[in-house]
């Protein structure tokens, strides 16, 4: 078991040595590629959450980039993260926008075991913490104020914890929502509480307790995004963690204040992916790069010109079969502002980023920090060696394939070089990355010894 | 008797003119009027209390905003229908382009890959309750003849029947869906998974009660019929066919009007939950956007449903007053 | 003449909770070729258990049926039988109704032509041609027990078994009914074996009236020759000293040997009570 596994690791670091190798070598010989060939497979299918996120699908559809690519894509709202999944692994989707930490889950087995790869990531940022009114007034008082009386920015858990602990003394659970256990929601969640000394709970799936509820101050449970603001509105939970347009909607409703963004909590975070299974790629090669050729195209038509389309997607987002919130509602953080308390309309230009800082290049780092997450909140239960790390985020997350359709977007002259400037030799690894909320340094390449950095957390050979 | 009927006729008619008028208006007061009446009480009532409920979502929304409602679902469906035509006129250049490329390309019309308007969802929702219904109505009625006919066969099923009859079609669902991803694989599947999900489970809820009725009507068929036949020695396949079949047609009826009542309620929970198209998933996917406009949309598709339902009832009604002989079974 | 049907020793037991009930007991009767048989008793007497098991609607427990010298083990169309109820197929035609019997019947021996002259033959018989294309619920009772009695003439039966069928119709419907049989019988000259709670019914159309006594182990009580010339007329009857004497021989036997014991009928209350009866009789069989 235990030569097999490490065999599989260095079969892996191979092919990602072999990966960076090509991607480093791409870009820079333009013109070598041979002409990229009809989809092998034309009609497709793919699976989203009613979130702002999903815009790149939505404006590949509506500006005829798929159909540019020769591909007829329908698209289909999905009622929750795990029907998705469960879409796409059973082919009923082609491909999804997925939560980054779905891929690499089911890579690994965690829930529903599925090789699924993902060439292109979705955005950065777009998440927000909510809490109910009613939390909000008793966190109020904890936070400082600035000159003009607005509480001053990032707000941190801190200033909850005074609430936890008044619940937790009164005998009544806290309760939480994200939208899925391996979602982005439910680390930034838990990263956010952490910090601020608030013990989300353990996972230990070795004893079969998937709940993620040991030792926990504040209880998390699912809820599909579309639902929260009904389900904080029905009292079930104080607070969630979610992605836009559900956090606007909670303000436009009155029924609860986002407290602080993805964005404070680490700053251009990835977010989304696109997820499409092994098999497919493997099958249907050239219709996975023009797939990836399409997103590419609307993330930077998303991004194009300061933000300047934001208008339009918001437009198409607002469309009953897309997000289907109101226009003012997703305008609201789509197109760089975001609204905290009733009023308090900051401005917040990178809330949504779809294309700029490389957003949509896969990097290994990415894949990196979500095992690592996984790993302190004991979804992986033992120690893996760092190679490991590499070695999962090589198996899901292909820059290859991103690489292979930003080139030939290059060479069909449709983008730019200096589109993917950034990206010329680049190894799959962030810098050390800088800016969250704890100030804590992540660097991609150590994930164990991050990992030790935390207070609240498993840390190398701890088990429970 | 011709010569009395005409006495009658001659001497009444003078006298009885008006009041034969007076009683036809009356008649048709009854039957239009009053459910008009009814009808404009529920608007006025349903206004009043709209404007009075406010949600997280705006207003309640009264009779005007789901008439407007109306007209912009409409005017989508319109609009969706235009975007159609281009895609297809795109399409068209697009394969004349490849075909000129690369001569051996066999062109591929596809169909629209757009979204589904609200007459869309209405159609599918209504294709997959007949399709559920007729499914069911092809297992359920042969094998309600019989385990009527063989007590030993009763016996033997009607554990089974008692047991899954209330079971809700909704729970299972998740099987279903699971079992079909499972069996149903093939490249080029003639009809979506979501579909044959649906389909399913209209079948597995229309299924019991037209066992049961079937069953029942063939149980209690009048005894005299049953004579008939034994003494024309009417061969067993004659005996179902010309005998049984026709005799347990009210019965079958009933449980036919019963199945279709429940399947499209099912219908739409199962879409809800399993977001298979249809106007389920309409109504689901406009509570999750939660849009200003969602709840007056959901309230005219809830008034669809209700109106889609009055008239499948109907149309069963007036199957049943075209082929079944006992027309006193086929009320209202 | 040659005895057609032997109804031989036949008992009848049927179990029930309480325990075995014995409805019949020795009945015996041989009936000869065109030979018009009256069965008449008390209601609840087992009449009905015995044309029954002619038809083998029943089987016997003990003894059995030959017709021919051949015991008869399932029902078959050559013991046709008119129900009480007239039993027509509620959607179909009174021409479909017949059809269906004269297809089973005469499926390789009739020509499709030769049916429907065959059908719309024996609807002219009971004067029922005007009405062929009528459902039975668009007629008159006395209609659909015409029809009944089409449709059991057109099996051709070796004997003809009728089982109360006057008993749901009005007096006068009943006696045209009546005067219709006698008619039909003139022709045809059939077997038939008629179930009766009518002592003038029994005696205007019967060459013999077998009388049978109260159950429970009911049994033919006696048999009454009834020797009056054909064609017979009612009215003429009436004055009848023969016809009378018949009639209060048959009267005798059901008010004083066989008499019911919670009824002690006056001439008056005679027909309520037989009313009564029959109406009791019509929901026991049904």
Known sequence: MKTTLKNECKKLCRTVIAGLCISGSLLTSSLQAAELGYPEKEELKFGFIKLTDMAPIAIAYEKGFFEDEGLYVTIESQANWKVLLDGVID??????????????????????????ITPFSMDLNGNAITVSNEIWKQMKVNIPKQADGRPVHPIKADALKPVVEKYLDEGKPFNMGMVFPVSTHNYELRYWLAAGDIHPGFYAPHKGDTSGKIDAQVLLSVTP????????????????????????????????????????????????????????????PNTTIRLTRALIRAAKWLDDNNNANRPEAVKILSQSNYVGADYDVIANSMTGTFEYEKGDVRSVPDFNVFFRYNATYPYYSDAIWYL???????????????????????????????MAAAQSLVDDKILSKSDFSDLVGEDGFRAPQKHFIDNIVYDGTEPNAYINKFKIGLKAGEKL | MTAVISKKA???????????????ISEKVQALILPMAGIFCFMLLWSLTASSIDTSLGKFPGPHAVATQVVNLIDEHNAERDKADVFYIRQDERNKVRMAKDPSYQPKVRIYTGKETFLDQILTSLVTVISGFLVAAVIAIPLGIAIGLSKTLNTAINPIIQIFKPVSPLAWLPIVTMVVSALYVSPDPMFAKSFITSLITVTLCSLWPMVINTSFGVVSMNQDWVNVSKVLSLPKHVHIQKIVLPASIPAIFTGMRMSLGIAWMVLIAAEMLSQSPGLGKFVWDEFQNGSSQSLSRIMTAVLTIGLIGYLLDRTMLQLQRILSWDKSSAQL | ???????????????????????????????????????????????????????????????????????????GPERAVVF?????LPWLTAYQNIELAVKQVFKNKMSPAEMKEWIEHNLRLVHMDHAKDKRPDEISGGMKQRIGIARALAMKPEVLLMDEPFGALDALTRAHMQDSLMEIQQKLNNTVIMITHDVDEAVLLSDRIVMMTN??????????????????????????????????????????KQRKVEVIPTAESTKTTEKAGIKQNTSSVA
């Open chain 1, 91 to 116: 082919g009923r989707l082609d491909g999804a926008h997925m939560l980054a930490g779905q891929p690499i889950a089911a890579t690994i087995g965690y829930g529903t075991k599925a090789e699924i």
């Open chain 1, 225 to 284: 995004p579309p639902q929260m603001p009904a389900t904080m509105e029905a009292g079930t939970i104080y607070g969630y963690c979610v992605g836009e347009p559900w956090n606007q909607q909670a303000v436009f409703k009155g029924i609860g204040v986002p407290v602080v963004t993805d964005y404070e909590i680490w700053k251009n975070n990835p977010e989304k992916v696109f997820g499409i299974t092994k098999a497919f790629a493997e099958k249907y």
């Open chain 1, 372 to 402: 690592t997450q996984m790993r302190r909140w004991g979804q992986i239960s033992d120690d893996m060696p760092d190679s490991w790390y590499k070695a999962i985020a090589a198996k899901v997350y292909r820059p290859d394939i991103y």
């Open chain 2, 10 to 24: 001659l001497g009444i008619a003078p006298m009885s003119n008006n009041k034969m008028i007076m009683s036809f």
């Open chain 3, 1 to 75: 003449m040659s005895i057609i049907l032997d109804i031989s020793k036949v008992d009848m037991v049927f179990p029930t909770p309480k325990g075995d009930f014995t409805a019949l007991k020795g009945v015996d009767l041989q009936i000869k070729k065109g030979e018009f048989i009256s069965l008449i008793g008390h209601s609840g007497c087992g009449k009905s258990t015995v044309l029954n098991i002619v038809a083998c609607l029943h089987r016997a427990t003990l003894g059995g049926v030959l017709l021919n010298n051949k015991e008869v083990t399932e029902p």
């Open chain 3, 84 to 88: 009480q109820n007239h039993s027509l």
């Open chain 3, 215 to 256: 159950g429970p182990a009911a049994t033919i009580g006696e048999i009454l020759d009834v020797n009056l010339p054909h064609p017979r007329n009612r009215l003429a009857l009436a004055e009848d000293v023969e016809y009378n004497r018949l009639r209060s021989a048959v009267l005798t036997f059901l008010y004083e």
